[in-house]
């Protein structure tokens, strides 16, 4: 009996083994299965995602509105060429100055943020984007206001952009802005301690900004310094000619037949980068309808604001700044002190002479200070990250603003008014942009500088 149950026992154990071995390798097999299928599911996946699915992700929405990829795509490569047509502005330049070193320093500097700007191809991309999602947010409260860009005006600006004028040549409006006349009244001369008026002018030009700069005075002063070192373009010199000399010829006009030469041979230039000439009139489009939009955002911005006309003394430290307090209330001449101590030399000769401002013209602690002062009145020791200051207020009015205030207080309030506009849309951008962000066209290898 216990033999046969040995026997039996030898027979079985081999064989639950054997299940045991069977079930494990179905598992194993089961497992490579799914893991391959999962490889080939996101292979396949990757091939989809790159040929088809990711033309269908937009690469934003604005509320329900979709921001087209192809136009995106068109958009950057557009934005990407008026740089290189920059580029080849400035090397041409850089070319026919070779003999001067001072020009050729500014020139390869100016190659070389145009370079920069190019190679960082996904950040030039997702400005582009940025300035998209604007236009969209722009297009949706230019429906609410009932603005709109009809094909013959994106037909005309193209036709001007060619120097074509079909219905003749448009003649520049003249300006409105009231502009304030810088004349000082007698409680501002008696202030100034001067019997002369003061040049008001010179001042508002050189502006507080020289010695308490903000970020938009310092954009201001960094496109000027730009504009000062451009090459000045020859002027021809006006001859008045002797009553018997042959008038001057007329310009053969520009005729249609030469406009749509020229047009014809840009848009061949487009396709060569791969810029649909479709593209090129939506983006116009979107240009025109953002200065109707704006012109009607604008409308209404006051032509005049609350201003100050302030001085100022600079000192390092506080109680420097107290010194120089002490020395005025006990009567000693303003304009003395500030040449003699003041650290803001653009002024100090002046009395540290700011001008007239607006409010956003100064840093944050000194325009408090002096929008808190009536004329005539000297403030405690204002610090700043520039020093300590004692200011003088010398008139505190509301003016005429000045052109490049109106100008300014336009760009403030349009700036304003896009960003309330843009919190109140669900604006969402999809990382599908970065996979479409083009990085051509790109500057000739033969005129790269670096």
Known sequence: MSSTKKEEEVVKRPTIHSAREQKQNRMIIIGFIITAALIVGMVGYALLYDTVFKN??????VDNQKIDNDYFVNRVRLERNAYIQQYSIVYAQYQMFAEEQSYQEYFLSQLGQIQSVLDEYESFGETVLDNMIDDQVLALEAREMGIEVNDAEVDE????????FPNGTPTPEPT????????????????????????????????ADDAIPTEASEAAAEAEGDQAAETPEPTATATELPATSTPALTATPFTEENYLLDYQEYIDGLKEINVAEAYLREYIYHYLLNQKVQEKVLADTPVEQEQVWARHILVETEDEAKQALARLDAGEDWNAIAAEVSLDTSNSANGGDLGWFTRGAMVAPFEEAAFALQAGEISQPVQTDFGWHIIQVVGHEVRPLAETDYAYAQQTAYEEWL???KEEKNIKKNDVW?????KEPSISAEMLVN
């Open 157 to 164: 600006f193209i036709q001007g952009l060619f120097n074509y």
């Open 434 to 438: 970065k996979d479409l962000v083009p």
């Open 419 to 421: 960003t309330a506009a």
């Open 176 to 207: 409105t802005t009231p502009y304030a006349t810088p004349t000082a009244s007698d409680e501002q001369i008696a202030i100034l301690g001067s019997t002369s008026t003061p040049d008001v002018a010179a001042a508002e030009e050189s502006s």
């Open 56 to 61: 269908y992700i937009p690469v934003a929405k």
